[in-house]
Structure formats: structure tokens, C-alpha cells
């Protein structure tokens, strides 16, 4: 049985509004571990190092350079999408890749032109040669 479900609603941006905000403007903002100085982006919730999930120490924002390095891309027909790590962060994100016809092991983020959420950045390497 098909059955069609549409949901309209908000979620509150809470404390993730200062990354929200400036992931918008195409500026990567981490969140940081005062406690052992993990750095990640996206900024994680709760960082590893605290124990039973509890937190004594407020996290920190750092603002990074926006540069990644591409660990592994797929191209395919639901879009482009790279496994990246952003200069500076302990982590590793996935990222909607903005100009698919580039080919490269960098990339930098940028801000979505088109409205959909997510993180994006442009490859900073040659456009990929079409053979037709």
C-alpha cells in the first residue's frame, strides 16, 4: 500500500545557531574542546573525552580556514558528494560538492547558492576533460 506523508514543521536552531550561521556565509566554524582541544567540523555535541556523556567544561568555537583535503569522492546520478577533512579539525564530514566537473584532492567551503542544507564546498583542481 502506497501512503504519502508530508510533514511541515521548524526545528530550533539552538545551540548549533553560531555554526548554522556561519556555515551560511561559507565560513567554517568548529566547535572546540576546552578540555583536551579537539577540534571538530561539524562541531560534535558532546566531545569523546567527557565522561558518561557529562560535560564540566563549556565548548569553545574556532573559526577555521574553510580548506579541506579530500579523502574520498562519489559521483552518481542523486548528486556529488566527497568525505573530506577540513584544515585544522579532528574529524572527517561529508560535504555536497558544488562543481562536479573539477577534479581534485582539495577543496574549500563555500556557501549554498541553492538553498538545500548541508555542508558544500568547490574543488580547487582542473575541470575534468569530457570525452564527447
Request: charged share 20%; net charge neutral; aromatic share 6%.
Amino acid at each position: 500500500m502506497k501512503h504519502r506523508l508530508v510533514l511541515d514543521y521548524s526545528l530550533g536552531r539552538g545551540g548549533l545557531a553560531p555554526y548554522l550561521d556561519a556555515l551560511a556565509g561559507g565560513v567554517a566554524l568548529a566547535g572546540f574542546c576546552p578540555r583536551c582541544g579537539r577540534t571538530t567540523f561539524p562541531p560534535e555535541r558532546r566531545c569523546r573525552c567527557e565522561p558518561n556523556g557529562g560535560s564540566d567544561a563549556a565548548p569553545g568555537h574556532k573559526e577555521l580556514s574553510g580548506h579541506a583535503h579530500v579523502v574520498f569522492r562519489t559521483d552518481g546520478p542523486s548528486g556529488h558528494f566527497a568525505l573530506v577533512r577540513f584544515d585544522g579539525a579532528d574529524n572527517q564530514t561529508v560535504c555536497r560538492i558544488a562543481n562536479p566537473t573539477v577534479s581534485s584532492d582539495t577543496a574549500k567551503l563555500t556557501a549554498s547558492d541553492d538553498g538545500k542544507p548541508g555542508i558544500v564546498i568547490q574543488m580547487t583542481g582542473d575541470e575534468i576533460e569530457s570525452n564527447g
